[in-house]
């Protein structure tokens, strides 16, 4: 969730409740910005576990962390082309995600690049830490620390927090998890909402057993199925139904829909990228040959494939607009 869908989440609950005073609204918040503000507000004994921290911290965002690996690769005569920037910061996500320390990782190298990485790490928590810095997987794991190590401060927040309900359970790591079971701990009156057949962020430390694993760790919880589509036509089902059915990992579900059939899928297999274009555009044309008035949408999975996209359709003389980016033409 971004914190502006957490915002218009939370703009509506208010709403529903006849707008109640700050003292009884629920608390809507990314798990990032919950973190926050309880390190920032009940954070003072952290520095028990992590010497030098106070809560005035620093959140460290995508340029500072660049900065500081930037100095860490002229320190120890690296270079982007070793070992590139955004490969090393997602490395260390990834030993922050399972709790590994520098030194863990160190123990566990086995070749040059992960010793390479091991050292980058090192440098990268002791300069977060001579800043009193924080990067957005330590706003998650230095909470948990916190949270375990002072049971006062938990007790107080699950006094303060009778319900917990999650959105997007699929898309939960590890980190996530454990924050949860620590809210919970006294009550345990916890609500999920997830499909574990869209849990596609694994490569971003989602862990797909937080969902598949719930009824295990919570014994009494009703499992309440959404079956039922209101969006697509029959057709559009059975075909993402017949395709997801071949995971592994899925609890089992069938959607429906009192929806009609609707036209049938349309599949082209195009040999590169200029070719699909072209197919593309082609399609357009001939549709709006026939009606005038059509509006069609084309969606692609990232920027890059639009130039291509936006050439063919330039060839056949259509007009198009990019929505939520800058035209290819349009960029410096």
């Not at 590994?100 to 070749?111: M, R």
């Not at 699950?158 to 699929?170: A, G, S």
């Not at 790591?173 to 009550?187: A, D, F, G, I, K």
Request: proline fraction near 2%.
């Amino acid at each position: 969730f971004t914190n502006k869908a957490a915002s218009e989440m939370r703009q509506r609950v208010q709403k529903l409740l006849g707008n109640p005073p700050a003292s009884l609204s629920p608390v809507v918040s990314t798990f990032h910005s919950f973190c926050v503000r309880l390190l920032r507000r009940d954070g003072k004994s952290l520095a028990e576990l992590r010497p030098g921290f106070t809560p005035s911290f620093t959140i460290y965002d995508d340029d500072d962390q660049m900065a500081l690996l930037r100095s860490i690769y002229r320190h120890l005569g690296i270079t982007d082309e070793s070992v590139q920037y955004r490969a090393a910061l997602s490395w260390i996500s990834g030993q922050k995600g399972k709790k590994e320390s520098p030194q863990d990782s160190y123990a566990a190298a086995t070749d040059q690049r992960t010793s390479r990485l091991a050292a980058i790490y090192d440098r990268y928590e002791s300069g977060l830490r001579q800043s009193n810095a924080l990067d957005f997987d330590d706003l998650l794991h230095e909470t948990v620390r916190l949270l375990t190590h002072n049971a006062d401060l938990r007790a107080q927040l699950n006094r303060r927090h009778e319900f917990l309900m999650i959105d997007e359970y699929q898309d939960t790591n590890h980190s996530q998890y454990e924050l949860m079971r620590l809210l919970s701990s006294e009550r345990g009156n916890v609500c999920v909402v997830g499909d574990e057949d869209q849990s596609i962020y694994g490569w971003r430390g989602a862990d797909i057993r937080n969902i598949l694993d719930f009824e295990r760790d919570y014994p009494g919880a009703a499992v309440i199925r959404l079956e039922q589509n209101y969006r697509s036509t029959k057709n559009i089902l059975e075909a993402a139904s017949a395709v997801v059915a071949n995971n592994i990992e899925r609890k089992g579900k069938w959607l429906w829909t009192e929806s009609g059939a609707g036209a049938k899928i349309g599949l082209y297999q195009a040999n590169d990228g200029e070719n699909e274009a072209l197919f593309i555009a082609d399609s357009i044309d001939r549709l709006l040959r026939e009606d005038s008035k059509r509006r069609i949408a084309v969606l692609y999975r990232t920027n890059s494939q639009s130039r291509q996209i936006e050439e063919a359709l330039r060839r056949y003389g259509r007009k198009y607009t990019v929505v939520g980016g800058l035209s290819f033409y349009q960029r410096a």
